[in-house]
């Protein structure tokens, strides 16, 4: 991948861009797997509220399966 922008919505106030994973994606292929070993900090930076706190950890599955999808679809 030469850049990657990701984003995520309903983990705040309004839509999220995993910044930290875009950066440890670019320069690398277009796998699963590097996407596996790139969403370790999916989260860095995330601030939950009382009621939200589980999120964060939703994070790393969240771009995975969208990638996934995404494959699978072409």
């Known amino acids: 991948m030469r850049q990657a922008r990701i984003t995520v919505d309903g983990v705040g106030t309004k839509p999220w861009r995993l910044m930290t994973l875009e950066r440890a994606l670019t320069g690398r292929p277009a796998t699963v797997d590097a996407f596996v ?6 989260a860095e930076g995330a601030r939950p509220l009382m ?12 771009p995975i399966r969208a990638f996934t999808v995404l494959r699978e679809s072409r």
């Open 37 to 42: 070993s790139a969403v370790g900090n999916a």
């Open 51 to 62: 009621h939200n706190a589980y999120r964060p950890a939703l994070l790393p599955r969240a």
